[in-house]
């Protein structure tokens, strides 16, 4: 009885500020899609130039409904997709930026994958990024930020980002149910951040490989640095260095790890919730002896044999790089030295070395 089986409705969730310069770009990609939304909700933060004046001509133009909210003050970016989501009413909701343009196919190509599988929950797809002017830059979601975002706390407080290093909200569309069991979102995560990790306390992620949106860089970008080879550079070498830096990062993200795992203790009991538990214990427990084992690796000698017959370290990011540098930390501070031409000295087999200084 599939024709009498309720249809799924879709909204998006569009927050604009101050937007004059590329919103009629995505107005007109919305409104171009192969299966158009039922409603547009935009929430407007108190712009002062010409946003919600194109956003009212628009939405006497188009077929489906478009709300648009004006809020009282100045929110934020954060709260007002906040407000945004709380005022959705469609089953599958979009969440969509105001400088961006989308595919035409992006909306019956995600829906497809919702109504394919009624587990999941929250569906990601990749981007192609272009530039202020519509140049294709040559990159996308991965290439731009993907693999940095690997190497963050998200990494360590979710199972998810080996299959799913994708978290845009731009790039993403949820089941409103998720929506109302997230709510409230925690601000120092943001709003696509918070949505990642905590939604899949309540249902599976899936990420598609399609380019289903052009994601537009500029100077007004609010997560994207003006300079993107700089950016681009950065993220490399934050990527190259996580063998050192995983350590101190958990035992310094306490602010993102507390409100994260008292909200999803708090849900309802579910394997989702269980298998996201199971991970962040077995990932605080392999950082710890990380941490012990670079402390003094004679004394912590048993624990550095576990995590290699156990394969823990395989469990991390970048593995064989962990283990040389957790053995050699480890080692350096059993002999409290500096170098290997130290440890050479100590052992009486480097012998005099001669540094070349002049008299």
């Not at 995600?110 to 830059?137: Q, R, S, W, Y």
């Not at 830096?245 to 602010?255: A, K, S």
């Not at 008292?262 to 309802?268: I, W």
Request: with cysteine.
């Amino acid at each position: 009885m599939d024709s009498e089986k309720k249809a799924v409705t879709v909204s998006v969730a569009l927050c604009t500020y101050n937007g004059e310069r590329f919103l009629q770009q995505q107005l007109d990609s919305l409104a171009s899609q192969t299966r158009q939304p039922d409603e547009v909700v935009v929430c407007d933060d108190c712009s002062t130039d010409d946003t919600v004046a194109i956003l009212d001509r628009w939405a006497q133009s188009v077929p489906f409904s478009v709300r648009i909210i004006r809020n009282q003050s100045n929110l934020g970016c954060f709260h007002n997709f906040e407000n945004t989501l709380k005022n959705v009413e469609g089953d599958i909701v979009f969440l969509a930026d105001q400088d961006d343009v989308w595919h035409a196919d992006k909306i019956e190509v995600m829906l497809n994958v919702f109504e394919k599988n009624p587990n999941v929950g929250l569906v990601f797809h990749n981007t192609n990024v272009i530039d202020a002017a519509g140049n294709d830059l040559g990159l996308d979601e991965i290439e731009l930020r993907g693999a940095w975002r690997l190497t963050t706390y998200m990494r360590q407080l979710s199972p998810n980002l080996d299959k799913h290093p994708i978290t845009s909200g731009c790039c993403s569309a949820i089941r409103r149910t998720i929506i109302q069991k997230i709510l409230p979102l925690e601000e120092r995560f943001g709003h696509d951040g918070w949505i990642y990790l905590f939604a899949p306390a309540f249902a599976d992620v899936v990420t598609i490989p399609d380019k289903l949106i052009s994601y537009r860089c500029h100077d007004s970008n609010v997560s994207v640095r003006a300079d993107l080879n700089e950016q681009i550079h950065h993220f490399d070498q934050y990527v190259r260095d996580y063998y050192k830096n995983e350590v101190y990062l958990f035992l310094t993200c306490d602010q993102f790890k507390e409100p994260f795992l008292k909200r999803v203790e708090q849900a309802e009991d579910s394997v989702y919730k269980t298998r996201l538990l199971k991970y962040y214990n077995r990932t605080q427990k392999r950082i710890k002896h990380r941490e012990l084992i670079q402390r003094n690796l004679f004394i912590y000698s048993p624990l550095f044999v576990y995590e290699l017959l156990t394969f823990n370290y395989w469990r991390g990011f970048q593995p064989m790089k962990c283990i040389a540098y957790d053995f050699w930390t480890g080692l350096k501070n059993a002999f409290r030295l500096e170098s290997w031409k130290g440890l050479l000295r100590r052992l009486g087999i480097g012998g005099t070395i001669n540094h070349g200084l002049r008299k």
